[in-house]
T-cell receptor
Framework: KQEVTQIPAALSVPEGENLVLNCSFT??????LQWFRQDPGKGLTSLLL?????REQTSGRLNASLDKSSGRSTLYIAASQPGDSATYLC??????????FGPGTRLSVLP | DAGVIQSPRHEVTEMGQEVTLRCKPI?????LFWYRQTMMRGLELLIY????????DSGMPEDRFSAKMPNASFSTLKIQPSEPRDSAVYFC????????????FGDGTRLSIL
């Protein structure tokens, strides 16, 4: 059964800093991996979707990488802004299973 | 597009009462998912539909939970009878195709069972 973990659980950085969020999964036989952000009291907003055949995806200041063999994905946020403050979750779609979500990383970007 | 629409946004009721949560997926999406989010267990998939047909309900915690999708634009999640441990945020999500398209989430229903 797929298990997804995220490190760190919480992160606080000053505005302008580049940062990396980590996601690990136990079963490398995946279809894809998706990164979401969740604002308080809101649903999840899809940020990036990486197919199993891809190594990375980019959208604006966000870059997500995928290393299936090591069971890892990273979300890189460049030049962080206070508006980036949210909880970031990764979710893995595996063969024979639906999306399994990690517990999330709560990010605070301080002005 | 209006996105995934859920109602109500908040529900407070006494234990033993029937609770019905509603979801309208994005038009044209053929997959619909119901999730539950709690502090202790995070986000868990309860059930999902493809073309209005339930495909996997293994995440439904008990027989008190049931879900229906009578047409492509509407789904319900019902809890009867409700219990305090059912208190959580319930999310509905939809996608076009399952394996290579992102899921789009509604804003959720925050359910409190007293």
């Amino acid at each position: 059964k797929q298990e997804v973990t995220q490190i760190p659980a919480a992160l606080s950085v000053p505005e302008g800093e580049n940062l990396v969020l980590n996601c690990s999964f136990t079963d490398s036989a995946i279809y894809n991996l998706q990164w979401f952000r969740q604002d308080p009291g809101k649903g999840l907003t899809s940020l990036l979707l990486i197919q199993s055949s891809q190594r990375e995806q980019t959208s604006g200041r966000l870059n997500a990488s995928l290393d299936k063999s090591s069971g890892r994905s990273t979300l890189y946020i460049a030049a962080s802004q206070p508006g980036d403050s949210a909880t970031y979750l990764c979710a893995v779609k595996s063969h024979g299973q639906n999306f399994v979500f990690g517990p999330g990383t709560r990010l605070s970007v301080l002005p | 597009d209006a996105g995934v629409i859920q109602s109500p946004r908040h529900e407070v009721t006494e234990m033993g009462q029937e609770v019905t949560l509603r979801c309208k997926p994005i038009s044209g999406h053929d997959y619909l998912f119901w999730y539950r989010q709690t502090m202790m267990r995070g986000l868990e998939l309860l059930i999902y539909f493809n073309n209005n047909v339930p495909i996997d309900d293994s995440g439904m915690p008990e027989d008190r939970f049931s879900a229906k999708m009578p047409n492509a634009s509407f789904s319900t999640l019902k809890i009867q009878p409700s219990e305090p441990r059912d208190s959580a945020v319930y999310f509905c999500a939809s996608s076009s195709g399952q394996n290579n398209q992102p899921q789009h989430f509604g804003d959720g229903t925050r359910l409190s069972i007293l």
